[in-house]
């Protein structure tokens, strides 16, 4: 990813508690798409708009709730886990590729309506090299 300007529109003017799910992978390992996933967290974090559930807070959560999150990648699907887990938003998304082309998509979901309140998207041409 280069810099931070595919998630300037994610920026609100307060600090709110968010979550970031897996991202489905569509033409790559579920490996790079968790290592996608956390690269995302981090620019949050850095951003000082968001207050980021950790990832392992999160997997015992959900572990103490008995629910798994394979396949969870309907809207439904990442309200009811981001309501588990106590926050106000949820970054949810999906790289895939089509031939040489990469995409990124990412959607911030409120937990409570249930509502897409922020969403982007991100192109890139070439090889799996998104740093």
Do not use: H, W
Not at 16 to 30: H, L, M, R, T, Y
Not at 81 to 103: E, K, P
């Amino acid at each position: 990813m280069q810099g931070n300007s595919s998630l300037d529109l994610f920026i609100d003017e307060k600090i709110q508690p968010i979550a970031v799910i897996n991202f489905e992978a569509n033409g790559f390992s579920d490996y790079e798409a968790k290592i996608i996933a956390n690269r995302i967290a981090s620019l949050l974090i850095q951003s000082n708009q968001f207050t980021v559930l950790e990832r392992a807070k999160m997997d015992d959560i959900l572990k103490e709730q008995e629910f798994q999150l394979t396949d969870c990648t309907s809207n439904e699907c990442v309200v009811e886990v981001g309501q588990l887990l106590g926050v106000q938003l949820m970054l949810a998304g999906s790289i895939g590729r089509f031939g040489n082309l990469n995409t990124i998509e990412k959607r911030i979901i409120d937990v409570q309506t249930g509502k897409i309140v922020r969403s982007a998207s991100q192109e890139i041409l070439g090889e799996k090299n998104y740093s």
